[in-house]
């Protein structure tokens, strides 16, 4: 059971309120969930998993830094938050994955790579354009 539940919910709004932390945390999450939507290997409970992992720790620090604090949540804390940020960032992943769809159909994928002897693959650089970047 969630002991704190406002401060779950005011750690929440700070994650989507820092700008730093959504921009450096919370947007490629969501763009990396909707590309494993595209691809049909999702799984909610492993990015459920991963936001507690890799963003919590983040959001605690930098609200214990913003407001002079030293908040540490329990595990059920840590999962409580997880699943908030989860559902706040729902409707983005869906919303990122129309944009990339529609964003693909009009553009031609430029690669620009090369191989080093003894190498066993070519490390590849892809960059979206569309025909007018071409000509």
Do not use: C
């Amino acid at each position: 059971m969630v002991k704190d539940e406002q401060l779950v919910r005011e750690l929440s709004l700070h994650s989507d309120n820092d700008a730093r932390i959504y921009n450096s945390r919370v947007v490629p999450t969501i763009k990396n969930y909707a590309r494993k939507q595209d691809r049909g290997v999702f799984e909610k409970e492993r990015a459920i998993d991963g936001i507690r992992n890799n963003i919590v720790p983040d959001v605690v620090a930098s609200y214990n830094r913003e407001y002079g604090t030293n908040f540490r949540l329990n595990k059920e804390e840590k999962d409580a938050l997880a699943r908030e940020i989860y559902d706040s960032m729902k409707d983005e992943i869906k919303d990122n994955r129309k944009v990339q769809s529609s964003s693909n159909s009009g553009s031609v994928s430029v690669v620009r790579g090369h191989a080093r002897k003894g190498t066993k693959g070519v490390k590849a650089h892809t960059r979206n354009t569309t025909s007018k970047d071409l000509i």
